[in-house]
């Protein structure tokens, strides 16, 4: 079901509010088609770019975003990121890890340089985004999730950047030789803190980072972790998909310290559509999700690096269904977040991100045709124009464009 009619369904309801309320929806859709709408990250799996997942074709709701999608729901640019798992750091983990990285390398540009180059292109730049978007072409940035895809060579992110990467996720759940995560993997040994921050290998990261012109990314790192690199980065830094604690408290979740730090490095968090970041849990969601792991035997992370395929597309397919259980956190959590985190920080440093099929997702904004919802509930909330096109991406290209600049100089 398209952005419109999941909207119109609740306007119906309510007849002797009609009026407004379709007139807040045509002015949310004349600011939505004017601003350029980034979303800072999608996931995509393995078999992204096959005819499993061809990016041309619709396939909801597991496949969130899709080109169709993209077009319809007005989601003009999204980071398709580069995720690796954290593994067991040995010379087989980094191997694999590498590996796994190039292999959706390749899949994004075939998507945008091969198969899909009129509907869809590849910007390396702020002002290829803005490029791109001017000749009505859907844009695809890459980012990369997981810092362990470098192993422990700072020169192997010259070769990500060379691939196309333009921000860096420092971490994943499991702490890394660049630096401790907010999610240590007991699977893997981890304890609460390994390095107390940024380690000496992880400042040489950043440090080249700002030489190449890649943004550093803090979401999914610990609060010393995330300091730190905001501390030694020379450019401004991001958090790609991350909530807030003061709207609900959760590890993965931006500290009002951390969000103020970011402020004044000239940075921008991006809140993400998630629904265990964006308010608690309901039992039976948990329950559910205990129980998954349980019946798949998944305790660590090298449980699901032996999985077949079948067993994958069976694991995937329950995950969508709990994520999917209701009651959802919805676009008004999204919203919240937003506010407080403006109400912070303003509005020069905040944006947003879906974290689709990566488990993101929520009423309302569960898929890239649904985009406009986002919109229509800033406006609601008197959001003005040009305050949305930087939620949007105005605040995003800035921080890209500072970025490029430090590397220039």
Do not use: C
């Amino acid at each position: 079901m398209g952005a419109v009619a999941i909207l119109m369904t609740g306007f119906l309801a309510d007849a002797a509010g009609a009026d407004t309320e379709v007139e807040l929806l045509d002015r949310a859709r004349v600011i939505h088609e004017r601003v350029i709408a980034i979303d800072t990250h999608v996931d995509i799996p393995p078999d992204f770019g096959t005819e499993a997942y061809d990016p041309a074709q619709a396939k909801p709701p597991g496949q969130q975003v899709d080109l169709p999608g993209m077009e319809q729901g007005g989601l003009d640019a999204a980071f398709f990121i580069v995720f690796v798992m954290q593994r067991e750091r040995s010379e087989a983990g980094y191997a694999r890890a590498i590996a796994d990285a190039f292999v959706k390398y390749a899949a994004i540009r075939k998507m945008t340089d091969v198969d899909y180059s009129d509907r869809i292109g590849l910007a390396l730049t702020a002002a290829d985004v803005r490029r791109i978007h001017a000749e009505g072409r859907r844009v695809a940035l890459i980012g990369i999730e997981n810092g362990f895809s470098i192993g422990r060579h700072v020169d192997l992110l010259d070769v990500h950047y060379a691939q196309g990467a333009r921000y860096l996720g420092l971490v994943h759940n499991g702490h890394n030789d660049i630096g401790d995560s907010a999610v240590p993997n007991l699977g893997l040994g981890d304890t609460g803190t390994e390095h107390g921050g940024l380690s000496g290998f992880g400042r040489a990261v950043i440090r080249r980072a700002n030489e190449l012109g890649i943004m550093v990314d803090i979401s999914h790192a610990s609060e010393a972790t995330a300091m730190d690199a905001i501390e030694a980065s020379a450019a401004p830094v991001i958090a790609s998909h991350s909530a807030v604690k003061g709207a609900y408290s959760h590890a993965r979740n931006l500290s009002d310290e951390g969000l103020l730090a970011l402020r004044d490095s000239g940075g921008v968090a991006q809140i993400v559509a998630f629904d265990a970041y964006l308010r608690p849990t309901p039992p039976e969601k948990a329950a559910a999700m205990g129980a998954l792991y349980r019946d798949m035997s998944l305790r660590n992370a090298g449980d699901f690096a032996r999985m077949s395929p079948e067993q994958r597309e069976s694991y995937y397919s329950r995950l969508s269904e709990i994520t999917r259980m209701p009651p959802r956190a919805s676009v008004k959590h999204l919203a919240d977040h937003i506010d407080y985190a403006v109400g912070l920080i303003g509005i020069d440093h905040v944006g947003i991100s879906s974290d689709f099929n990566g488990g993101g997702g929520i009423e309302g904004w569960d898929n890239a045709g649904e985009t406009l919802n986002v919109t229509v509930e800033l406006v609601r909330r008197g959001y003005s124009e040009e305050q949305i096109a930087k939620l949007w991406g105005g605040n995003l290209l800035r921080v890209m464009e500072a970025v490029e600049s430090v590397a220039a100089d």
